[in-house]
């Protein structure tokens, strides 16, 4: 993790030199497809009448008990921001869930209007697996309602929430805001670098980056190339940009930090990361992937922090997947 706080980081050695290179479009792109009315059940949406503004907890009337056998869902609003199409993309949610055998609400989100907290959306589908099917291809902005049957819901998520009243058996209704979609990776166009003596990028189909680092010495000055141009909005020094990162020691190559490997991409503020890192980044726009070659006086120096060792030449794949907006007040 490039933040200047010493903090460790975290070593996470993967074979990434086997990754083929493709130029397919990353999974939470524009060009992936998706087909949002194939799965919707609009009959849900005269059983389960849904009222109240979509930045506040909402109401349900619905006829219960409501068992369900599996996931059916259907959108009460529709947005027309960026599409779910990966369940590794981050997003901000808001979400209540009912009880289908009483229609009462259990456990909710705080609908603050924050959009900061960002997290992949794997973390909700592993609680309740039935979202999957519910998210996969619905918009920013829109208002789903999904009813989740046993299989739907984890016995993992039923016993973490029993103390707050959560049916250990049965159906629940959820009721999901999409506040926010972040693409899943990078999703610019593939520019021309010289890269001799440089690292090499290779990317597999979901995004994910390989580094390939050469035989070569390392470069004394910072090396910055953009090998995907986004076309969003550019960095400043004191934006927090959402990003996903794979961060490789030039000398070992190995990696030794990877938002991919932890699951999720990373909110970083870029006036409280190392120097080279940005460097690298100001100026950049997002939907652009970024690779910085940051030289120790721009990194960690002669003493290094955790596992990278001091006077280590650090190799930077960066993917620009937005900028946060202050926390709301």
């Not at 996470?12 to 999974?27: D, E, I, K, R």
């Not at 609003?77 to 009912?98: K, R």
């Not at 990776?185 to 520019?191: E, I, R």
Request: aromatic share 6%; glycine share 12%.
């Amino acid at each position: 993790m490039p933040v200047r706080q010493k903090t460790p980081a975290l070593l996470s050695v993967v074979a990434l030199t086997g990754l083929a290179l493709t130029g397919c479009a990353p999974a939470g792109s524009a060009a992936a497809s998706c087909d949002r009315a194939a799965g919707a059940d609009a009959d849900l949406a005269t059983l389960v009448q849904v009222s109240g503004s979509s930045d506040a907890a909402p109401e349900v009337d619905m006829p219960t008990p409501f068992p369900v056998d599996e996931t059916e869902y259907v959108d009460v609003e529709t947005g027309d921001g960026p599409a779910i199409t990966d369940m590794g993309q981050a997003a901000v949610l808001d979400m209540t869930l009912f009880d289908g055998a009483t229609g009462e609400p259990i456990i909710g989100t705080s609908y603050s209007g924050d959009e900061t907290s960002v997290g992949a959306l794997s973390q909700w589908t592993t609680q309740f697996p039935g979202l999957e099917d519910a998210l996969q291809c619905a918009t920013e902005g829109s208002r789903v309602v999904a009813a989740l049957g046993e299989d739907g819901i984890s016995d993992e998520a039923r016993q973490a929430y029993a103390q707050a009243g959560f049916p250990q058996e049965g159906s629940i209704v959820a009721v999901v805001d999409v506040r926010k979609v972040y693409p899943a990776a990078a999703t610019g166009s593939p520019q021309y670098n010289d890269g001799f003596g440089l690292p090499s990028v290779v990317r597999a189909p979901d995004g994910r980056p390989g580094v390939i680092v050469p035989d070569a010495p390392a470069p004394k000055e910072l090396v910055v190339q953009t090998l995907l141009k986004g076309d969003g909005e550019k960095l400043t020094a004191s934006d927090t940009p959402l990003v996903h990162y794979t961060g490789v020691l030039w000398e070992e190559k190995t990696v030794f930090d990877s938002s991919w490997e932890k699951g999720s991409p990373v909110p970083f503020p870029l006036d409280g990361v190392i120097e080279g890192f940005t460097q690298g980044l100001v100026g950049q726009t997002v939907g652009s992937q970024v690779m910085i070659v940051i030289p120790p006086e721009l990194g960690y120096g002669e003493e290094g922090q955790g596992t990278i060792p001091g006077d280590a030449t650090l190799v930077f794949v960066v993917d620009i997947l937005g900028v946060q907006d202050a926390p709301a007040q």
